[in-house]
Structure formats: C-alpha cells, structure tokens
C-alpha cells in the first residue's frame, strides 16, 4: 500500500477521534463558555486544566512510547500489554487515593481552599484519562481508528450535553422541582468538572473488554524494567514537555500585577489560544498515526526517505492551516466571546508554534529508533528553560503576548537543535531548502493580506480566497514528485 496514502488516510480516520471531539469543544464549548462566564471564571478552567496536562504526563511517565516501541513486533506483545496497563492501574489509583486524602491542603496552596472539591474531581478525571491511554494505544497498535474513534465522540458529546444542561438548562428552570434536586448554583464552575468526570467515566465503561483483556496475561517484572528504562527518559522530556506547553498558564496568575486583572488576562489568553485549535488538532491526529506507523515501518530500506518526504507533506499542510486560520481571522475570532476578543494578536504566533512543534515532533522519531531518549529529554528541558526565563522575564511586562512568543522560542530552538543532533546519531536527508521556501511563501501570503487589509479592506472578499488557493497551488507543485513517487511505488 501506498504509505504516504496509508498515514495520511489513518490520520484521517484518527481526525473523527482526535480532531472531531476537540472541534465539537471548540464549536460549542469555547464560544458557550466565553459567554456564560465572566473572564476571570474562564481564567480558573484554563488554570485548572493547565495542572491536568502537568499531572497526565506524570501519571503516563512515557509508557506509552514505551509500549509502542516493544509492542511492534508480535513477540510478548500481549504480555507487554498487560504489564503496562497493569504499572498505570496501580499508580493512576494510587494518586486519585492520595489526592483526594490531601485535597484539602492542596486546593490552600494553589489558591482554592474555598473548593476543595475541585482538587478532588481533578484527580479522578486525571487518574482515569491516565489509565485509558493504554487501552487507547492498543486500539491504534492494532489499526483500529474506528472504535477509538467512537469512543472519543461519545465522550465528548456527552460531555458537551452535560454542560449545556448544568450551564444553560437549569439556570433557566431552577423553579423545576427535578432541576432542584440536581443542580446547585453555587457549583458554578464546577460544573465543568462534574461533566468532564462524567464523561471519562463513560470513556471507561466502554474500553470494559480490551481492558478486561489485559487479565489473560500476568504481568511480567522484568518487561516492566526494560520499558521504564526505555521510558523514563520520555517522563522527563513529558515534563519539560508541559512547562512549555501549560506552564504560562500557571505563572500568568502570579506574575502580571494585580491591578491588569491576573485572572481576567488569564481567561482571554485561555480563549484566543484555543482559536489556533485547527493546527492543535493537526498536529495532535497527526501524531496519534504518525508514532506507530513510524515504528512499523523503521525496518524497511527507504525508511529515511520516506521520514524526509512525510516531514515535507505536513509542513505544507501545516502552513495551509496556518494561512487559513489568519487570513480569516475576522471570522474566526467570532466563535469566542466579545469580551475575549482583544488578544487576538497572539493567534498567528501560536499557530506557528504549534506547527514548529510539530515538525519537532517529526524529527524526534531519531532517537526514539536509536533509544537515545534520554538526549531527547535534554531538548525538552532545554526548551523548558527558555520557557521559563522567557515567561518570568517578560510577563510582568507584556502579559500573555510574552507567553504566546515563548512557545514559539522555545520550539524553535528545539526543533534546530534536534535537527542538528540527528545528524549525527540518526541522519535523514531532510529538504530544508524546499521547508524553508514553504515558510517564506506562508509569511509572505500572511503579510501580504496583512497589508491589504489595512489599507485596501475592500478588496478582502476576492483576493483572500487567491491567497489560499495560491498556496495550495504552490505547495502541490513541489510535492508532484513524491505523490508520483510513492504512486507509482504502489504499483
């Protein structure tokens, strides 16, 4: 089969999974959510969802890389299965039983002794989503996008149903007596929370069999050694991983004064950084097919060509999204509330981060092949450190503008410095002339329709459409060959 057709066609699949969910969030929740709440109420959901990304790669410490990497040849693969999921039971019940014993003390010290219970329904939610990426992983090892798919929609749609009917139903029949038994005003916020737990909840329930599966093999101690020595390294670049991409989130409370609203200029952050949800998404489905079709597919002669020809597809789709999404930003920007609206600057910057990160990504398969995770690790935490320096340097000053350049930084300096590691240890003939001119074309498009919307506005409805078809033209072209390439491989 054509692999370029087979990963791009399983990204697909996995985008009803992926992407599907998250745009549902994104078409219903995200604008509900900047309407219902005030900013400073949104400012604490994007808070407290900042600490689930700390604490889901935490309570996965890399197993999940770990599983793919032995799990891809047919030998044990059941009993890796079983140890792995095994290892995630014991520590993903182990937090949830810890954290609801100290909930108390630790909604005192990150500044929710009023709530405690929030703290408590994180840890389930977190301890759930921690255990079912194994289930998860299997499901994509084994090729099947569709009930993982599935799964994720229900998941999400009844997370959705529960909002709006805690958010916007009761508050509008609380004379109801059924509604009085059900819904509390003072909950508020939490109510986000109680539908999310719901909703990992069902997510549970129906991964019963391929969890109950698990149970035809014993869990074997000396499996789970050679994996979390292989894994380990990926715990450390998953943390440094999530100070880039969660910590400003955190530190935006602390470090803007108190008089420019911490927590008002924490929910408008919160609500323009989910306006770049399209390249999010890409990236995030991309990934979800890219890491076990990457594995399978290192024993074969053309493995490095075909790494260099992938790197150069998703580029180019990545930098159509990004040309999407700014150039109709005016539209875009409708789907999040009035109040939210005027952080919109930070939208291509982000954008452009995210699709740095992902081309890290791309180049990260290096040293997963060559098991050097652990110089993996030192370039997250390499970028983990510009994070932080660039966020306490500059958001007292610039506010979440600092934040949203950081992530561009800091995955920028990754991404070359990776780039300049494989060389040595894993060398793939990347065309970086033919990336770099996508780029410079993207930039160009972006600051062409920059220009002419500030000066000539009235030519916006004919020459944005020239515009993205321009690009789509462009990168077609360049990319004839390998289409023709792997086309006639096919054959």
Partial sequence: MNPIRQLFGQTAVYGFGVVLPRLLNYLLLTPFYTRVFERAEYGVITELYAYVVFLIVILTYGMETGYFRYASSRNKRESIYTTVLGSLFITSLAFIVLIILFSVPIAEIIGYSSHPEYIRWLAVIVGIDAFTSIPFARLRLHNRPLKYSIIRILEVSLNILLNLFFLFYCPRHEQDIFIQKVYNADIGVGYVLISNLAA?????????????????????????????????????????????????????????????????QLGIYGANYKLAVLMTLFVQMFKYAAEPFFFSKSGEKTAKKLYADILSLFVAAGLFIFLLVTIYIDYFILFIGSDFREGVSIVPVVLMA??????????????KLTNKTLIGAWLVIIGASLTVGINVLFIPRYGYVASAWAHLVCYSV????????????????????????????????FGLDRILTVYVPETGLYVKPVLIISALVVYYLFEKRTFAFYSKKQD
């Fill in 200 to 264: 990992s909840g069902l997510k549970l329930l129906l991964l019963y069999r391929d969890i109950i599966i698990a149970l035809k093999e014993r869990f074997d101690f000396r499996i789970l050694k050679v994996i979390l020595k292989y894994s380990y390294p990926l715990l450390i670049a998953g943390l440094a991983g999530t100070i880039n991409e969660a910590l400003d989130r955190v530190l935006l409370k602390h470090l803007i004064p108190i008089e420019n609203g911490p927590m008002e």
């Fill in 354 to 367: 995210n699709l740095i990160m992902g081309i890290f990504f791309n180049l990260s398969i290096w040293y």
């Fill in 414 to 445: 990754m991404t070359v410095l990776s780039y300049l590691w494989s060389r040595k240890h894993y060398k793939i003939d990347y065309a970086t002339g033919k990336i770099g001119t996508y780029i410079l074309i993207a930039l160009v498009l």
